[in-house]
């Protein structure tokens, strides 16, 4: 009985430890960033990432950077007429308190124009996130291959 007592008792003071790590980092938790690789020629290309807001306020992504593209945007697609679009996201994201969002194919996504050159697979780039309370937020990319879908299979929560 004691012994079980203890055992709970470490188990709460544990849990305590990573909630308070979390909190020190503003409670926003990105994963899954991910860049598509392009053709040569491409001009542009997409990104997709996962945020989970662990924090108690809700925040926003406001928008993106990337020093590989000349013009970096957060996108929807909306079907206009019966042609699926995109077009950017005036309002960014909203990330609500204890909430998660996924920017992932055919829906939001993370986009870059301008490329300066074509984004290679065995690559790795950088991303900043920018968000309304958390600000600039620069993470590495894994670079997907073109064409494939997003690998989310690794994403547990
Ligand atoms: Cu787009």
Sequence with gaps: MLFSTRLIIA????????V???????GLMISNLELRATAPSAGATAGYV????HGEADDRLIGVE???????ELHEMKLVGD???MRPLENGVA???????TL?????HLMFMRLQEPINLDQSYEITLIFEKAGKKTLQATTIPLGNK????????
């Excluded at 188990?11 to 990573?18: A, E, F, Q, R």
């Excluded at 996962?50 to 807001?53: A, D, L, R, S, V």
């Excluded at 997003?150 to 929560?157: D, P, R």
């Design 95 to 101: 990330i609500p308190a204890g909430g998660m969002v």
């Design 104 to 108: 992932q194919k055919g829906a939001n």
């Design 83 to 85: 042609v699926m679009k």
């Design 66 to 72: 990337a020093s590989f593209a000349g013009k970096a």
């Design 20 to 26: 308070s790590a979390a909190r020190a980092m503003d």
């Design 50 to 53: 996962t945020i989970h807001n």
């Design 150 to 157: 997003s690998s989310h299979k690794n994403h547990k929560h």
């Design 11 to 18: 188990v709460i003071l544990g849990s305590m430890t990573l």
